[in-house]
């Protein structure tokens, strides 16, 4: 025991103690450039990410209003007939869809997308629907469905 220590008692021992220093606070900022290159990347990436997502669902706007038309039509065929050809006029250039009619019509329905499965029956009431009076559709108002939901934006044909 050293001199100092001697003949004291244990409170007073540890009355001596020095406090150990408390440790630097540590920073929440990286140390090292290449967490700055990750975050900078990672941020870019989110950036165009949503970039992209907008500007997807900016030229998919005319694709959710003809389907909530479809909706308000029900099942009558000469309004979804309407619905389609303005669908696909607000898709692909006018010179191009303003004229067809008929069997050019349906072919161009068919061609512009992969799923398209049209009956002899419904292309005839399809191709009759702005004419005359035809019998309201579940059939035709479903192919539509499915047609402003696959086709392919003009471009891609």
Known sequence: MSVETEGKSLVELLDMLVPAP?????????QTWGWLVLAAV??????????????????????????AELDAAGND???VSKILRRTALAAYPRAQVASLHG?????????SSDNMMISDHMSQLLSEAPYKNTPPSPEIAQ???VWINTHKPYGRL
């Open 22 to 30: 408390e440790p630097q606070p540590i920073a929440m900022t990286p």
């Open 42 to 67: 990672l941020a870019a990436a989110i950036v165009c990410g949503v970039y992209l997502y907008l500007r997807r669902r900016r030229s998919n706007a005319y694709r959710r209003a003809a389907l």
């Open 77 to 79: 065929t000469a309004k």
């Open 103 to 111: 069997q050019e019509w349906i072919r161009f329905l068919r061609q």
């Open 143 to 145: 192919m539509a469905r």
